[in-house]
């Protein structure tokens, strides 16, 4: 029979002691775990609804702790966001996870009505014409980067265009004016941060249809403001 001292005893409780309180202190020191809910990035068209999915926090002990989370997202306009998700857990021990939010033009920021100005009035000598008209209409394409521009001018009823960014162009288009013109029109231009203004410089040119000689030439700078 072994009999062990009082010391002993004393010493062997210690030493339990000791073993628990260093086990403890070593999962004190372990930081939460953060799980986002969504994907860690998405990204949206301007003007789209942003859906925050959350995220979830487990402290080294296996408890749910709650998430706090911090977030720039503005889908007004176009950039790169972050949503920060932070948990603390009660011994102070910080985790946080990130995620990236891209806002970008798509062809959905762009459609709608728009008031033109100006018109770029242009003197053919015999007439004047409007270069645009004052109303417009943008509509989508055939493809997801392609637009449909209604009511560009008098004889002009429809221009397609295109964009990539923030950036639009618009091809040539040729028209006639009965008895007095030949003309050929094409622009490029910028569509701004929030997708409601689209600035767009115009190349033009207007040879007489009898015998071919120049009549106009020239670029009109115009802004389309969304309505």
């Given at each position: ?73 503005n ?22 996870e ?19 100005n ?18 417009q ?86 802004t389309?403001t969304?309505?």
């Amino acid at each position: 029979l072994h009999v062990r001292s009082r010391r002993q005893r004393q010493m062997c409780i210690r030493d339990r002691i000791l073993s628990v309180v260093m086990f403890s202190c070593k999962k004190k020191k372990t930081a939460p775990s953060v799980s986002l809910n969504g994907a860690s990035s998405i990204t949206l068209c301007v003007g789209a609804e942003y859906v925050e999915a959350g995220a979830s926090a487990t402290d080294a002990y296996g408890d749910d702790i709650d998430v706090v989370i911090t977030s720039n997202v503005n889908t007004a306009q176009i950039g790169t966001y972050t949503v920060e998700y932070t948990a603390t857990d009660k011994n102070d021990n910080v985790t946080t996870e990130v995620s990236t939010v891209v806002v970008e033009i798509c062809a959905s920021s762009i459609l709608g009505d728009y008031s033109v100005n100006p018109t770029c009035d242009i003197d053919l000598v015999v007439t004047t014409v409007g270069l645009v008209n004052d109303t417009q209409t943008i509509s989508s394409g055939g493809t997801d980067t392609q637009l449909i521009i209604d009511n560009v001018n008098t004889f002009i009823p429809q221009m397609n265009a295109t964009f990539s960014g923030n950036t639009i162009t618009i091809p040539e288009e040729t028209f006639s004016i009965v008895g007095v013109a030949e003309g050929s029109i094409s622009g490029a231009g910028t569509i701004n941060e929030t997708g409601t203004v689209i600035q767009v410089t115009y190349t033009y040119s207007f040879v007489d249809n009898f015998i071919g000689l120049p009549l106009a030439s020239g670029t009109c700078d115009v802004t389309y403001t969304k309505q």
